[in-house]
Nanobody, 114 residues
Framework: QVQLVESGGGLVQPGGSLRLSCAAS???????MGWYRQAPGKQRELVAS???????NYADFVKGRFTISRDNAKNTVDLQMRSLRPEDTAVYYC?????????WGQGTQVTVSS
């Protein structure tokens, strides 16, 4: 089992920045880690992921604005979000995945509003 705990969400004005962090309860070196989000009334969607080798994958709607990073020594994955838009408002979920196993955090709310 892997427990994931997110932090860093909150309220920010359009154009602002936030940094989300996710801490895993044990080593996740062998896992792909990343972030999904879910807005009210919408399906959960991939935001960004980083594989064990460092390859990254970003949703088109965040390219150039969000940056994912991970620290395998600390068992953490972060999401730096810039130029935030109202449509980025959602609950953001950290995940860790390997063959046959997926783990999710509880989610952290990000609200972009003036």
């Amino acid at each position: 089992q892997v427990q994931l705990v997110e932090s860093g969400g909150g309220l920010v004005q359009p154009g602002g920045s936030l940094r989300l962090s996710c801490a895993a309860s044990r080593s996740v070196f062998a896992y792909t880690m990343g972030w999904y989000r879910q807005a009210p009334g919408k399906q959960r969607e991939l935001v960004a992921s980083m594989a064990t080798g460092g390859n990254t994958n970003y949703a088109d709607f965040v390219k150039g604005r969000f940056t994912i990073s991970r620290d395998n020594a600390k068992n953490t994955v972060d999401l730096q979000m810039r130029s935030l838009r109202p449509e980025d408002t959602a609950v953001y979920y950290c995940y860790a995945a390997t063959v046959g196993r997926n783990y999710w955090g509880q989610g952290t709310q990000v609200t972009v509003s003036s």
